[in-house]
């Protein structure tokens, strides 16, 4: 089902939320715990820094080195996504950004090592559409995404894409859906891994599909591509981001691309709804974060700095290629960031539930 359609089939109105351009006390301390033995630093000298530096402790920044935490493996669309702006945001900053892949319960290790962090501007979270999903997903999340982060401004919103083997029997995305609801039993979804964008577009296939398939959860997207490119799994949905190559080069089988419009990148590729299957349309949003103490002088230069990388020429040529676009400098912003995380929370919570997927 589309995103407005499976709103209003969980009987609660789809929110509000920006457009893109184009397109507790235990569980806190345990994040806090794990941030202390991860980065070697407390959260209580964090948030004490924070609160007393102001913009006085956020005049210098940044004076080291810069640190973005991406929650799943290299390689996969994610790193890719940061690793491109990361270069164009140090030149602006005048500071080395190190990103560090901190992979493991769908981004939510990595989100709380960033909220349990000292909130200085030197600890960056960059998540997906995941970020969004986790509090519906987990049942003791140690972090709460509105409370204990810091939006900095959006990145971009990827699009999707349904793939198989290359030697899967089905030609067409109709043929597909034809073949999934006859044979569902025998089919093999690969995701990335619980709150991954790929899990999450499954889950919105099979429900377009009337289906249920065997899903095959993988420690990140590069496992999950390189098993699907061998023939080890069937089935796969993800972002452009990570299977453009493997498309042009035909190394798997492509079915359609889950946007109103077709990619630029991928001008042979069929929308879902072209292609017969109009309920399926998502596409996978990526903002960086930062602790909710961290000084607003220090996001400001933070926000500067990504919008100033958005409108970096190689950034947007990349993305181009990869079928995806940057942010608005509008979008690229705390306020617009904050807006659409809240109203994504709101809408995925029903959603995520009637799906019955829960991790405990």
């Known amino acids: 089902m589309s995103l407005n359609h499976l709103a209003e089939a969980s009987g609660r109105p789809r929110p509000a939320r920006r457009s893109l351009s184009r397109y507790r006390a235990a569980s806190a301390l345990a994040a806090a715990a794990f941030a202390l033995a991860a980065c070697g630093g407390g959260t209580d000298g964090g948030t004490d820094t924070a609160a007393d530096g102001g913009e006085d402790a956020a005049a210098g920044y940044p004076e080291q080195d810069i640190t973005f935490v991406v929650p799943f493996s290299a390689g996969g669309p994610t790193d890719t996504v940061t690793r491109l702006i990361a270069e164009p945001m140090a030149a602006e ?39 969004s999903t986790a509090p519906a997903l987990y049942a003791n999340l140690p972090y709460e995404p509105l409370e204990d982060f810091k939006p900095v401004g959006l990145v971009t919103e990827v699009p999707m894409t349904i793939i198989a083997r290359k030697d899967f029997e089905p030609e067409t995305l109709e043929e597909l859906v034809t073949y999934l609801k006859a044979n569902a039993d025998d089919v093999t979804l690969a995701n990335a891994g619980v709150g991954a964008a790929s899990q999450l577009c499954g889950l919105l296939l099979q429900e377009a599909v009337g289906v249920k398939l065997t899903e095959v959860p993988y420690k990140g997207t590069g496992p999950a591509l390189t098993d699907l490119v061998g023939g080890q799994v069937d089935l796969m949905c993800d972002q452009t981001t990570n299977t453009t190559g493997q498309i042009k080069g035909d190394e798997v089988k492509a079915y359609a691309v889950t946007t109103p419009e077709r990619v630029e990148s ?78 994504q929370i709101e809408l995925w919570a029903p959603i995520i539930k009637d799906a019955g997927v829960v991790v405990q």
């Open 93 to 131: 900053l005048g500071a080395s950004i190190i990103v560090q892949n901190v992979e493991g319960a769908g981004g939510t290790i990595a989100a709380g090592q960033v909220a349990g962090a000292e909130a200085d501007g030197y600890t960056v979270l960059m998540h997906h559409i995941g970020m």
């Open 266 to 343: 991928l001008p042979d590729l069929p929308t879902t709804e072209e292609a017969g299957l109009p309920e399926l349309q998502v596409g996978v949003w990526h903002g960086l974060y930062v602790p909710a103490d961290t000084p607003d002088a220090v996001v400001e230069k933070l926000t500067a700095a990504l919008q100033k990388a958005l409108e970096d020429d190689n950034v947007v040529s990349q993305l181009a290629e990869l079928g995806a676009a940057p942010s608005s400098q509008e979008d690229a912003t705390p306020e617009a960031h904050r807006e659409q995380l809240a109203s």
